[in-house]
């Protein structure tokens, strides 16, 4: 039988907690919500802003929790309630112990202003042929996803990959000391989250705090063509740190030689630290082709097979709200959906235009762009926006929707003909482009998780699917 996750007893010691339960009834998983709990998994009742999860413990005792870590002062008698004074910290404690006793895994983090979620996804399909992989689940890369994903990590796992993400100073170096990693990735570093920033040397120096946990002797993966790369190179020598360089430029150490870009993914040639290797990716993108090597400089410095985590990449798709596609097809045509509507920087807009601008016309004759408010850029906000002009004039995009408080000072910069619609908000917009698309368009749409673009997205296919197209 194989050997439990964890049992009640060593969460009890690994948080010093109190329980009446049996120390060996086993714990198959770690979990703060019981809409996804499952039987046999330990429930954390962590307080929130906005809710309490002490209101939700009865719920995953009845759903089959083998334990329920709560307050010393909850009130209920269940043998399988853990008491400590800090549920939060418990987590977090949990996390940790699940880090030290992981001694064989090799832990990859991964962090920059774009891609993470994307290269963290290809390095759970690239490191796979491998060894058995851990990942964090969603965009699990704060407070509380880092520790859960830590707490979830079998101790025999091969390869631990973590997302970790920050919008202020300070937040990446618990992180990093939680995760521990050998290897530290930085995708980008851009102008993310500049509301919460003098400079965009600041936000580089905030994401070089993921080598503050870095294990001596690790490795930074770093992007060679990215205009902070010696301020990050640095960074991470100050903590004892291997550098190696991924990109396009003539000394990279894990070089793009050529890509040949589709709609549908790419076809690269790569140098990969003196091996030639050809390989093509499963979803679109030459940001995606850049954060590739990246994916492959890590597996390399993990000692996986380089070959066959090439090869693996043309499993690497898209996900929902990250630029993934859906087609709708009906008597009188087909249109694509792109739900890139999840988050929104200009950076990823710059790329998601790009990669819109890669779909041939005699596929789908009309490009439409429909664009949210990019948040948390600060005083410079109006100008970002009104630089997105130049790459939908790039792209060959036909016509924009746009909603938000920011999106005037791009929407009233483009030619009258461009201009599909605008609204202040996301609802008021979703009216005007149900009623502009017809068959033969391809639709992305994209901005900020605060410009609330997902009902969009979501009425628009409910759209389709209801016969729009017929």
Request: charged share 20%.
């Amino acid at each position: 039988m194989a050997e439990p996750l964890w049992t009640v007893g060593a969460i009890a010691e690994a948080i010093g907690g109190e329980t009446a339960e049996d120390s060996s009834t086993a714990v198959t998983g770690v979990s703060i919500d019981t809409r996804s709990l499952r039987p046999g998994e330990c429930f954390v009742a962590i307080k929130g802003v906005s809710m309490d999860g002490h209101e939700f413990v009865p719920a995953a005792l009845d759903a089959g929790a083998a334990c329920a870590i709560v307050e010393p002062g909850y009130t209920g008698d269940d043998p399988r309630l853990i008491r400590v004074g800090d549920p939060f910290g418990a987590l977090q404690d949990l996390g940790r112990a699940a880090r030290n006793r992981a001694t064989e895994t090799k832990v990859i983090a991964v962090t920059g202003s774009a891609g993470k979620t994307g290269t963290k996804e290809a390095l759970r399909l690239a490191l796979a042929p491998s060894g058995s992989v851990h990942a964090s689940a969603k965009s699990y890369n704060n407070h509380w996803g880092v520790p859960l994903t830590l707490a979830n990590m079998a101790k025999d796992t091969a390869f631990g990959v973590f997302e970790a993400g920050m919008n202020h100073a300070g937040e990446l170096t618990p992180l990093s000391q939680m995760i521990r990693p050998q290897i530290a990735i930085i995708t980008i570093i851009a102008p993310v989250h500049i509301g919460h920033f003098a400079s965009v040397e600041e936000i580089a120096d905030a994401k070089a705090e993921i080598f503050q946990g870095l294990k001596p002797g690790g490795t930074a993966i770093l992007n060679k063509d990215n205009t902070f790369f010696d301020r990050l190179a640095k960074a991470a020598k100050a903590k004892g740190a291997r550098i190696v360089s991924f990109g396009e430029a003539k000394d990279a150490d894990f070089r793009l030689l050529e890509a040949s870009l589709t709609p549908e993914g790419s076809a690269v040639k790569a140098d990969l630290g003196g091996t030639v290797i050809s390989y093509r990716l499963g979803a679109p993108g030459r940001h995606l082709v850049q954060n590739s090597l990246a994916v492959l400089a890590a597996v390399h410095a993990a000692g996986g097979d380089l070959k066959e985590a090439a090869a693996a990449l043309l499993q690497w798709r898209a996900q929902a709200g990250r630029g993934e596609w859906q087609v709708f097809e009906g008597p009188k045509g087909k249109v694509a959906v792109v739900d890139e509507a999840y988050n929104a920087n200009p950076a990823s807009m710059r790329a998601a235009m790009e990669t819109l601008g890669l779909v041939p016309r005699e596929a789908y004759g009309r490009r439409i762009a429909v664009l949210g408010d990019m948040l948390e850029l600060g005083e410079n906000a109006t100008a970002f926006h009104q630089e997105l002009a130049q790459f939908i004039d790039a792209a060959g995009i036909d016509s924009v929707f746009a909603c938000g408080e920011l999106m005037p000072a791009l929407y009233d910069a483009l030619p009258e003909g461009k201009k599909g619609g605008y609204a202040s908000a996301s609802d008021e917009l979703t009216p005007m482009v149900l009623a502009a698309i017809r068959p033969g368009d391809i639709v992305m749409v994209k901005g900020s998780f605060g410009a609330k673009l997902a009902p969009l997205v979501s009425e628009l296919k409910r759209h389709l699917e209801d016969g729009a197209l017929n």
